[in-house]
């Protein structure tokens, strides 16, 4: 991970309001405190094994640690939809659900949503496609 972004900062203010001690983050991932206060300076790489365990230990996605996204996380961020409205291998469906603001407003879709689609290798699918497939995903969820 690129020192550029602020993955330490987002762990440091998760760690804190889950009232987890840098040991005891330390422990559960099997490194030195140390290494979790260079961690949360950013000066250490997280492997995407631990920001896992991380996200776990600390009872939050792992997207509400990456980069560029929300630190609510309850609602899609401008990366996601960019990321997939520029990806000419994702299907047209889902691009043009992604490039629909307001409907993704009206839905209140999150960014973990819109990465759950965008890992689905769908053809075929038009945006309407996409609306009924989301609404089937929260049912099953609920």
Known sequence: MSKTHNIGGKIRAARRAAGVSQKELADILGITQPAVSRMEKNDYDVSAIQLTKIANAL???????????????????????????????????????????????????????????????????????????????RAIQA
């Open 59 to 137: 009872g939050i996605s792992v997207t509400s640690l990456m980069p560029g996204i929300s630190d609510d996380g309850n609602r899609y961020d401008n990366l996601s939809t960019s990321a997939i409205q520029s990806d000419y291998n994702a299907p047209p469906g889902l691009r043009a659900f992604a490039s629909d603001k307001s409907l993704l407003k009206a839905m209140g879709v999150t960014t973990e949503e819109l990465d759950l689609l965008h890992a689905m290798p769908l053809e075929g699918i038009n945006k309407d496609g996409y609306v009924q497939l989301l609404i089937t995903i």
